[in-house]
């Protein structure tokens, strides 16, 4: 999917008069926030903030470890038999991913779902290469035969409703009609289970690469995972080379906070841990494992102030905590990540001049970093974002349209003058920090002293004595 | 890793039993093998046939007899099927999951194609939590990577994507059956 994050404003202008997206977006996003903090401090907050704790560690040795890991992890996937495969861009992955389907004569493919293959628009390339391809989680299907991008990391047709999937089955899979989501849910698995079980290759993503057993590690729910690492004959599997974590115990621990984060589950329903293609003996299981180890821009990123950012295990707890996500929608962003860290991440990959926008899609109120597992500080990276878009000249006339745009998008134009009302009030007190919800946003703001009386406040008292004259 | 207090036997087949019912899995507790083979032959009303692990690989023993006895036949991957029985590698009190590792005679389809799965798990496999399981692995001797796959399993299959609504048994089982002997 070609990059149109410029658009974010005009996008998200759209995104926040539709008010079905806009209910679907509520919806989802307090469902999933609410769940996460029960489920995050189910044993207590210090508890929850332990793991979040021994979580972020983990990653970050990883990041200062990755050369080594990677070299550790592709040795140990060698010894087990999976092939692997480095690929440095888009275009060397898919050339990869074609060369194996070749090599293997397979024209029937499925996917369970992979963001990352998003990012590298695998799907096209596979398509025009005059392959069927078929996604299989039931939200990647659903936005996959609408002929839409996913809106969420997590959620791929969050952005839905029920009705809307239900009119595009009846229309495009003559699905015998019904309101019943289990029906629906139903209908899918059949068509899905006979494509499984014709498919000759399968693809997958990976949540996590562990080094010290070469596991390729996956997290799901619905079962389209296990199905498309079991069936088909052959499995390949791209990673993000910032996936690879040193051991066990630590992939214990964000198997967990990945759940967690992401919808309140105490672990998915599938935590699979694969080493290798079938063994002797065995009667099923792919018979060929191609891991591709994928570059594309991330040891760029891992060279500059912006590393922490390939921390990111893809929870969308961010997205769902984040004021602007909530009523811009994902699409607005322009491209497959959206949320808080989409807003980092898109112009580290993509370009700051493709996605000028998108560190003004924030209001800085510290949500997303509160919220993170792996405590990214996506504030900091957003405000360095604005600073290179001044330095590299990318400024004026988007600092305007930008300020503009997430005044109108987050609702910070109203939290803002809520805020400041309470402000003359609190200010005495507490000369620099907003209390409670808002503390967040002082932490990357400076406050503008309060006038005594804002112009709101004085318009309505000069109405007020104009009535009485 | 979640926080399990009590390590005794029974309190660890308690809390696997409480988690794992959270998760939305039927427990059943077996005192005997008799009763235990039971509860499998109950699970199956009248179906003629199964997918399932070997036979020992399943803690029951008199299963694969009593199998035998009421004609049930079990095939290698008829998509028809409705129920498949595992064994299972080790049981995680603390979250309420199933380890099942793969191998020769262990294979994955029993547990993930048919709308039903009954897992048999030996009370003495429950351990705290996962970093226990594989602390056990290493202390005998055995890598975790020697198995092909390791799957944890967590109740039935589910999904939320249409719009949001728990749905279970999308695309693998839609219901779980534990038997703890
Ligand atoms: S940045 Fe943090 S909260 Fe956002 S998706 Fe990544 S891990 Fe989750």
């Known amino acids: 999917m070609d990059v149109q994050s410029n658009n974010f404003i005009p996008a998200a202008r759209i995104a926040i008069r539709d008010p079905q997206l806009q209910a679907a977006l509520h919806a989802s996003s307090t469902n999933s926030t609410r769940a996460r903090a029960e489920s995050l ?144 849910t139903q209908f899918v698995r059949e068509r899905l289970r006979q494509a499984f079980l014709g498919a000759d290759l399968g693809i997958c993503g990976g949540n996590f690469l562990i080094a010290e057993t070469g596991s390729l590690c996956l997290s799901t729910n619905e079962g389209n995972g296990r199905m498309v690492t079991t069936l088909p004959r052959v499995l390949v599997a791209l990673v993000g080379i910032e996936k690879v974590i040193e051991s066990v115990d630590d992939f214990t621990t964000l198997a967990q906070m990945l759940a967690r984060s992401n919808n309140g589950q105490v672990m998915t329903v599938y935590t699979q841990m694969i080493h290798g293609p079938r063994r002797p003996g065995e009667t099923d299981g792919p018979e060929e494992l191609y891991v591709i180890l994928v570059d594309n821009g991330r040891s760029r990123i891992y060279g500059t102030g912006y590393a922490e950012a390939l921390a990111c295990i893809r929870c969308g707890a961010c997205l769902n905590a984040c004021p602007v996500y909530r009523s811009a929608g994902g699409h607005a962003y322009g491209w497959i990540y959206s949320g808080p860290i989409g807003a980092v991440i898109t112009p580290l990959l993509a370009g700051l001049e493709h996605a000028t926008p998108l560190p003004y899609a924030s209001s800085l109120c510290g949500k997303c970093k509160d919220i993170c597992p792996v405590r990214i500080d996506l504030p900091r990276m957003l405000l360095d974002l604005r600073h290179d878009l001044v330095t590299q000249g990318h400024s004026p006339a988007l600092w305007s349209l930008g300020l503009h745009g997430w005044a109108a998008v987050s609702g910070a134009a109203r939290l803002f003058s809520l805020a400041r009302r309470g402000l003359r009030w609190g200010l005495r007190l507490v000369p620099n920090r907003l209390p409670g919800p808002l503390d967040g946003w002082t932490r990357y703001r400076d406050l503008p002293p309060a006038a005594p009386q804002s112009f709101y406040e004085l318009w309505q008292e000069r109405q007020k004595t104009r009535d009485h004259e | 890793m979640v926080p399990v207090d009590d390590r005794s036997g029974a309190a660890l087949r308690a809390r696997f039993a409480r988690e794992a019912e959270k998760l939305g899995c039927a427990v059943h507790i077996a005192d005997t093998s008799a009763q235990g083979v039971q509860q499998v032959l109950d699970l199956l009303g009248g179906d003629p046939a199964i997918l399932s692990w070997d036979f020992e690989h399943i803690p029951l023993p008199g299963l694969a007899a009593a199998l035998d006895e009421a004609g049930i036949r079990r095939v290698a991957d008829d998509p028809g099927v409705r129920v498949g029985i595992t064994g299972a590698d080790a049981g995680l009190a603390g979250t309420g999951s199933l380890v099942l590792t793969t191998g020769a005679g262990k294979p994955r389809l029993a547990s993930l194609l048919p709308p039903v799965h009954v897992a048999v798990l030996e009370t003495g496999r429950i351990v705290p939590h996962f970093e226990a399981w594989a602390e056990q692995q290493r202390a005998n001797g055995a890598h975790l990577d020697a198995g092909g796959t390791i799957v944890l399993i967590g109740g039935p299959s589910r999904t939320g994507d249409i719009a949001n609504i728990p749905v279970r048994g999308v695309h693998g089982p839609g219901a779980v059956h534990v038997i703890i002997v």
Do not use: C
């Not at chain 1, 044993?43 to 560690?57: D, I, L, S």
């Not at chain 1, 996937?77 to 991913?97: I, K, P, S």
């Not at chain 1, 990647?140 to 035969?145: D, G, L, N, R, T």
């Open chain 1, 41 to 184: 401090f189910a044993f207590g907050r210090e508890h929850g903030e332990h793991m979040r704790e021994q979580a972020a560690e983990a990653k970050r040795r990883a990041l200062r470890r990755l050369p080594d890991l990677l070299e550790r992890a592709e040795a140990r996937m060698q010894a087990n038999g999976m092939r692997v495969l480095w690929a440095e861009d888009a275009a060397e992955a898919r050339r990869l991913v074609l060369d194996v389907i070749e090599r293997h004569g397979a024209r029937r493919i499925v996917k369970s779902k992979s963001t990352l293959t998003e990012e590298i628009d695998l799907n096209t390339a596979l398509e025009d290469g005059g392959l069927d391809v078929l996604e299989t989680d039931l939200g990647a299907y659903i936005v996959q035969i609408a002929g839409e991008h996913p809106s969420h990391i997590v959620g791929p047709a969050l952005h839905m409703s029920k009705d809307t999937i239900r009119d595009l089955f009846v229309r495009e899979l003559a699905m015998p009609p019904t309101d019943d989501a289990e029906q629906m």
